[in-house]
């Protein structure tokens, strides 16, 4: 049998098909701990496959409940994240209020390296600046590490070995040229650092599921529509921010269809956000966006 969960900040719900009929349940979501309500919401249910929309990862950054971070970068580019770019949404207001910071300034660290624009390296990454990072990182007492360096998308060995060292000790690393190989240092560090600070409370969030549902092949939807394994949605968190949002926009997309409607506007109502897509025909897709002030 193949299940469908989603859980939000207020409920969660359940979709299946019993001999051809659609079936559906709800319970109340548990906030503390979301696996419990996905577990009562499968009570005298058995299924080999379960597909999950979640909305863990979207509330936790909203909430701004991620893990501790630290944010790894060139020397020089330490504020990187907290200057972002010119972009001013609201250019005339004197009393803009800026998001609420995912990481503190004193958990940011620059190290001696360079990578030209075109990929050329100008200063190597030496080891003796990896043994620097290791011992500055032991003191900060964090919960995960977020690394961008400058034009990593070009040649990502830095990164890489960065990542081998700290791993080695311990530490749970993203590096934006596995995360966003993509120029735009801003928009890659923001993404690195979204996913480091939710990759801990997925990761822990995923884990349970599977102790407590086994045999049960658990697949994570992700902001694009498609699905992420267990193991692939703890290490790409950023991946499943918007996993319920996008399965609400799946579903209503498809019900319209079935009622000969192409042409709609999707209005998904949580306990925590409202999320809002208008569908022309086809379900629109983009390579940009904003999660509370900070690029996805």
């Known amino acids: 049998m193949r299940v469908a969960v989603d859980t939000g900040g207020t409920f969660t719900d359940l979709l299946y098909l019993e001999n051809e009929i659609l079936k559906t349940n709800k319970v109340f979501s548990t906030p503390s701990d979301p696996s419990l309500a996905v577990l009562e919401v499968l009570k005298k249910l058995t299924p080999h496959v379960l597909i999950h929309g979640s909305t863990v990862g979207t509330n936790a950054f909203l909430e701004r409940k991620g893990a501790k971070t630290t944010f790894i970068t060139t020397k020089g580019f330490e504020d990187l994240i907290f200057i972002g770019r010119q972009n001013r949404p609201e250019l005339y207001n004197f009393f803009v209020e800026k998001p609420a910071e995912v990481i503190a300034k004193e958990n940011c660290l620059g190290l001696k390296e360079r990578i030209s624009a075109k990929g050329d390296v100008i200063q ?99 902001s694009n529509g498609g699905w992420l394994s267990a193991k692939e949605a703890s290490e790409f968190s950023c991946h499943t921010i918007l996993s319920g949002p996008a399965g609400g926009v799946s579903g209503a997309y498809l019900w319209a269809k079935a009622m000969g409607e192409e042409k709609i506007i999707t209005f998904d109502m949580g306990g925590t956000s409202t999320d809002v897509c208008l569908i022309d025909g086809r379900i629109p897709f983009t390579k940009e966006y904003v999660i509370d002030g900070y690029p996805l």
Do not use: M
């Not at 500055?136 to 990502?156: G, M, R, T």
């Not at 995360?179 to 979204?194: D, G, K």
């Open 124 to 222: 190597p990454l030496e080891d003796s600046e990896v043994e620097k990072c290791i011992n500055w990182i032991k003191k900060q007492k964090v919960e995960s590490i977020a690394v961008c360096f400058l034009h990593s998308y070009l040649y990502p060995y830095h990164e890489k070995k960065l990542k081998t060292a700290l791993n080695l000790v311990g530490f749970p690393v993203s590096i934006s040229s596995e995360i966003l190989p993509e120029f735009r240092e801003y928009e890659r560090a923001s993404t690195t650092v979204i996913n480091a600070y939710l990759s801990p409370i997925i990761g822990k969030y995923v884990k349970k599921l599977k102790q407590k549902l086994l045999g049960v092949n658990i697949y994570i939807q992700q």
